[in-house]
């Protein structure tokens, strides 16, 4: 096979830019930059076509799209279910015996679990049945509490088939975590498991999810028999998952939805102490996962799709579930930690199954790239042709390394940027069109439009930074709302810039003429801990809870590996000394609240934090100084002094 050896072009400006290869070119499924072009000269046409041929509807739709600022609606009046498009259409093809799930747990010694389409339709239909059985009707929200195992993929199709809105929530995340979620979702059932498998050792899944659904409406707890540990069943409320399977019918009607409908709910982190729901709706969001999976990673029947991503997350929503599902591809889904039993363990799975698509988070790439590349080298790659980075801005260290030690130079890196709210990828390069430049993310998806505006609504100009927004028509899979919670919704997204642009909290810089685009990170309370979306609030929320602490103020600092770490200034009430014991209470606090994935790196107690005379505390300086960064004007201050004690302590 005759690859271009050397497929890096330097720009007039010296920087790195890479094109398609003629093979990519080939295979891809758009390589021709036109497609920018048609889409916008009628982005409503253009995705009415594309839901037209990539979807089964039940009952075509009357009106495509409408817009009541901010509101807007597409495919009125369309009838379609998500189940149905993932699995039934394909069991009626020969896809019917294809994988469509291939699972690798992470005890090396277990063996993998591969269940085809047909295997996966099965599950679901019974799991849906089962549902059913327990009263659940459509429009009820049920929770899954669930780690990557294949239950987590047929409980939310199993949602979807009957119409009830799953709410997943990280498997990481705490107890109390989950309890809120569930109370504010009122959901009636709960998918949980005993266990699972991190780092070698068993996470007492299930001890958690006693705690998160104690004072909710959950009715019943259904447990998937995972890690097999010694767990607590509740005699009328906790039911074995296989129990109730093993006398489900084997076929389930699937429900016609309107497009409208609520698919999901996943909660996310914003600028205060609780997090949102976001609402999702099933004929837009299934038409932006299905195109966004085909044409990003340029998905062929012949692929094996990796989305590194949790499922408790969006990334794992879109593309370790719908959108791969519904393209007919087959996914692995990988239990465990990236290092267990070695750090080379993500590419001894890559070659054992010759994964083709590869989608991760720029946090593991510097990780990786700290461990050295003799790990990958231990391995033939070879079969991998795309890969794919999601979730915070990657450097160019990090691009190249995966580029050269992880794609062996012939693959393109597709950085894609996007959020919970846009349900999926909008900004990122097309495998077969390119450009693919490190740092800088591409253009927007054909048929979607974004501007950077300046403080005061103005377009800013080529090589000039300003605020990311999107302009109607808003992408079929944006986000329909803030659950129980409007005036939420309009204050966050809708407010900025008026009530007709979605600002979207996220720095961005126009790289050239074609619309490249850069993102430089949010502009709000809102942290990237190695990936995982979480508010400052939040974990100052979770400190305060401590009867130790008088006040305290969370700001997020760089981390080379992480991107970001939340650090924590605390202030101790009266009479209360600082020790190391309440420094770990502190940081058990945080994990009991949100979980290990908010744990402040440091925790610095001090006797004041930095205030206007108003008595705001001044996050801004607080930034400054974990940023490493000059502090500026404190003349403002009530006491300029606190900066100075806590330059030091900050060290
Ligand atoms: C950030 C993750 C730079 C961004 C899908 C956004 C990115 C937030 C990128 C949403 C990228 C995501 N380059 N920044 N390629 N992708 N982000 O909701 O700040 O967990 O607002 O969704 O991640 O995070 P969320």
Redo the contacts with the bound molecule.
Sequence with gaps: MSEPKKWVKEDPNNRFLFWPTEIMKKKAWVSDESIYKEAEKNPIAFWGKKAKEGLEWFKAWTETYQWDPPYYKWFLNGKINASYNALDRHVKTWRKNKAAIIWEPEPPDEPTRVLTYNDLYREVNKLANVLKSLGVQKGDRIGIYLPMIPEVQIAMLACARIGAIHSVVFSAFSGESLKSRMKDAEAKILVTADGYYRRGKIVDLKANADLGVADTDIKHVIVVKRAGNPIRMTKGRDVWWDQLMAKAPLYCEPEPMDSEDMLFILY?SGTTGKPKGIIHDTGGYLTVALWTAKWDFDLHDDDIFWCTADIG???GHTYACYGPLLNGATILVYEGALNFPQVDRWWEIVEKFGVTIFYTA?TAIRMLLRWGEEWPEKHNLRSLRLLG??????NQDAWMWYFNHIGGGRCPVI????????GA?L??ALPGIGPFIPTV?GRSFPGTIHDILDETGQPVKIGEGGYLVQKSPFSPGMLRGVYKDPERYAAQYWNTYGDKIYY???GAIWWDELGNIR????VDD?M?VA???LSTAEVENALTQNSSVAECAVVAAPHEVKGEVPIAFVVLKQGINPSTELESELIQQVIRAIGPTAKPAKIVMTDALPKTRSGKIMRRILKALVKGETVGDTTTLMNPETVEDLKQKVG
């Excluded at 980075?389 to 990657?394: F, N, S």
């Excluded at 950085?415 to 709210?421: F, G, K, N």
């Excluded at 993102?519 to 949010?522: A, C, D, N, Q």
């Design positions: 996310t997350w969006i990334t720029p980075t999601v979730g915070e801005p990657i950085d894609t940027w996007w959020q919970t709210e846009t990828t900004i990122n993310a979207t909290s996220d993102l430089t990170g949010r809102v990237k990936g995982h979306r």
